[in-house]
């Protein structure tokens, strides 16, 4: 199948900065969509970030100029470049994918994947 890989999670000081990342492996056809959201105690997962295949993003308009995504499309792997964190960052990042991928000898289905999680914790 497909299996993502998260990585760059930690523990950073008010005003820090981290790097994400996210690497897709297995049988994918395609990436068209890859993104970020985050999950903070107690609350829902929302999102951060999305990139197409083609660079077009889409931010939550709160972290709008402090985070930025990008992607590798060659090594199908994501980015989070997050700066200036704040301690409401606070909280685990999952990795998001949609695309295809070979389900079969001669079949493609549908792929809609989510990563295990990164922790990021921002405290003083």
């Known amino acids: 199948q497909v299996q993502l890989v998260e990585s760059g999670g930690g523990l950073v000081q008010p005003g820090g900065s981290l790097r994400l990342s996210c690497a897709a492996s297995?049988?994918?056809?395609?990436?068209?969509?890859m993104g970020w959201y985050r999950q903070a105690p107690g609350k829902q997962r929302e999102l951060v970030a999305t990139?197409?295949?083609?660079?077009?993003?889409n931010y939550a308009d709160s972290l709008k100029g402090r985070f930025t995504i990008s992607r590798d499309n060659a090594k199908n792997t994501v980015y989070l470049q997050m700066n200036g964190l704040k301690p409401e960052d606070t909280a685990v990042y999952y990795c998001?994918?949609?695309?295809?991928?070979?389900?079969?000898?001669?079949?493609?289905?549908?792929?809609?994947?989510w990563g295990q999680g990164t922790l990021v914790t921002v405290s003083s």
């Open positions: 297995g049988n994918i056809f395609n990436i068209n969509i």
């Open positions: 998001k994918v949609y695309g295809r991928y070979y389900s079969g000898s001669y079949s493609i289905g549908a792929l809609d994947a």
């Open positions: 990139i197409t295949s083609g660079g077009s993003t």
